[in-house]
């Protein structure tokens, strides 16, 4: 696990895990599909990444979202993520996790 | 490779429609329409790739046999990587199932719904999706015409250009002064002549430190300017030197023949011009009025598809897409999107809502990395549109160790997007 996943699910993860999580209604909100694809072009396909850049692809659904909401919040020291994070609402975070769990 | 072999790429094709018909039971043939998909750059590579893993069968037709990308060719002028690390093969493509056929598209026939490639063999297509980039507009500054690039490079777009500016940069004595000249809004990349100043600075300081920088910029403001300017301060002193718009940087024309840079106020001869022309979208689109007489396509922001001609999706460089910016990135992730829409309209589903991200990443040294991104959103009016309050470029006041963090990412990045590109 990289230092910043240790971090954000050490710091934030227990409080989520008591937390309910509710899935945005599939149909008229934007596709998780769509949402995930764009994070490709920096962590590669399906989330596997090639180079330096951290792949995203074995992250649990509740790691997945305690990470984008700390980067969100700005609670994690990042380069990036801080910015990305901040273009997705809630619902979107948790579409995004649950997708990519999908795919373990 | 041959007319010969591209004939039998073409009937490859031909041979999978008509399987798809003889065999309508098969529910991958029933479902897998026919799209044939021009340009194997960042938007193409990137649609082909996502629609066969949709399930749709499609013809990639792409007139080079391998794709140099324009991101990390600054590199290359910097000495920092070779040429050959900036070029990808089709193999891992073809290995997908992507038809990866060689040719030269000439034109595109709406109407007949098919596209004819140099030597005349036509290939149809059920939905087509072009991302074929851009083109010069040769008439903008006076004397730059295409015997002009050969002596003054433009190098924007990967390949010998490339080469051509590189070799003038080694040829070029310890003192001399590179020239180069970005053109106004909008053109491919806005950040990246600034990167190529920076890296020819990496270079010359390293090199040939007398040597100085010079940019002639039709513009008065340019993207990240502040990074790159701090960064500029930082790292090359007075190497590189800018001269706004308002300061008589704007070129209005150039004579090859001396090297020499005439601009509105005043005359440069240079050893290196680096002459960037205004720009806009691939010629090819006008066999089918894509561009409805301006520079660029207009699209339903949404599916891609052409407000001209249905059936017919453009995206990348050539289209207009909202407030994204002409990047590599930017096409790679319209690509998803478009083959998304395009995979559902086959299978007579509605598009889903869009999400697209750009980013990019400038190199101020091979240690030095700076950034923008964005997200976007479709708004009410049917634009693509950023997502407020997310997004920006780098923090001013990061330490060394932020810079030469995103330098990494920088490279990252690079290795990421060209693997979802060519598999
Ligand atoms: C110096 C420089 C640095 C850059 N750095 C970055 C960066 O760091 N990050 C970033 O995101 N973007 C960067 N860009 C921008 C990026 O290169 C473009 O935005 C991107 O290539 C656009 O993708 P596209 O699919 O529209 O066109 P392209 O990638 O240019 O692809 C077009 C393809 O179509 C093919 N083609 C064209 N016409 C025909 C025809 N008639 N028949 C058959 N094939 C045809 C071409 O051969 C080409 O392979 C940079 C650009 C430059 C010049």
Redesign the pocket.
Known sequence: MSPIKTMVAGTFGAALLALPVTLPAAADETAPANLANACAGCHGTDGISPGPTPSINEISEEDMIALLTAFKNDEAAVTMMNRIAKGYTDAEIAAIAAYFASMM | MTQKSTRRDVLKLAGAATAATVAPTIATAQSAGGVVV????????TAARYLRRAGVSVTL????SS?S??????TVLGGINNFSSITHGFGGLRREGVNVVR????AVDPDAKSIT?DGGDTIAYDRLIM????DFKWDAIEGYDEAAAELMPH????GSQTNILRRQLEAMPDGGVVAIAPPGNPF??P???Y??ASLIAHYLKTEKPRSKVLILDAKDSFSKQGLFQAGWAELYGDLIEWVPFSEGGNVARVDPATNTIFTDFDEHKVDVANIIPPQRS?R?VDTAGLADGGDWCPINQTTFESTIHANIHV?????IAGRMP???????SQ?KVCAAAVAALLAGNDPASPSFI?????LVAPDYGISVAAIYRIIEDGTIAPVAGAGGVSPSDAPASTRALEADY?RG??AS?TADMFG
């Open positions: 021009i340009g194997a750059g960042f938007g193409g590579a037709v792409e007139q080079n794709f990308t324009c991101p990390f060719s600054n040719g030269r598209v000439n490639l991302s074929p980039g851009i190098a924007w777009k990967a491919r990349c950040p990246g002549p990167e190529r691939n090819l995206l990348g460089d050539a289209s002409k990047s590599g990135f930017s096409a790679n690509a750009n980013t990019c990443y400038s920088a990045w690079y997007i």
